[in-house]
């Protein structure tokens, strides 16, 4: 009868213990439930509200180029690349000399087919040096710089029957100073 009892007692303590626990889950059950319920009104008045503004069957993409695109045919005519082979070397030893120069002879349409360092960094001036009898290509790329024809220590001539070049141009440690090229860099700059 003893043993009847102490179980009474424990099951009671233990049923007393679990009907709070249950009073409490029933409370932030209701709780959880509310909170749930909200969220879900808020995802359906989101999707309503989107499905308004929507038209089916109707997508409206930008367009990048308001202009009618051209054939490179056509962007070729209207400003064609000169036939002239133009070598650019670096002369004076400052990284990507070589490159800026002949991206600036690019914009007077001269087709640079290579831009690499001198055998030297010694070089104070900048020179134009005619590889073969094409006048026209020299006179084209001096016109570009601003130079003289006439002024020999810029302007050379050095056949060379081996060259696959036009012209070379030799950049110096005075290219800022040239002041084509000085207007340029200030405009990438």
Request: with cysteine; aromatic share 8%; glycine share 4%.
């Amino acid at each position: 009868m003893a043993a009847r009892r102490r179980r009474k007692k424990s099951t009671r303590f233990w049923s007393r213990l679990s009907s709070g626990k249950r009073k409490k889950n029933r409370w932030q059950n209701t709780v959880l439930n509310g909170i749930i319920a909200v969220f879900s009104i808020f995802v359906l008045v989101f999707i309503y509200s989107f499905a308004q503004k929507a038209e089916p069957g109707k997508v409206e993409v930008p367009s990048l180029n308001p202009s009618p695109p051209r054939l490179a045919a056509e962007a070729y005519e209207a400003n064609p690349i000169l036939e002239y082979d133009v070598e650019v070397l670096n002369g004076c030893g400052e990284r990507g000399v070589a490159a800026k120069m002949s991206e600036f002879l690019r914009k007077h349409r001269i087709d640079v087919v290579r831009a690499e360092n001198a055998p030297s960094f010694d070089y104070t001036r900048t020179q134009v040096i005619s590889r073969n009898e094409n006048v026209d290509a020299l006179e084209t790329v001096v016109r570009s710089l601003g130079f003289d024809m006439r002024d020999r220590s810029r302007v050379l001539v050095v056949p060379d029957a081996e060259a696959d070049v036009d012209v070379t141009v030799i950049v110096g440690k005075d290219y800022r100073s040239i002041p084509a090229v000085a207007e340029y860099l200030n405009s990438i700059f």
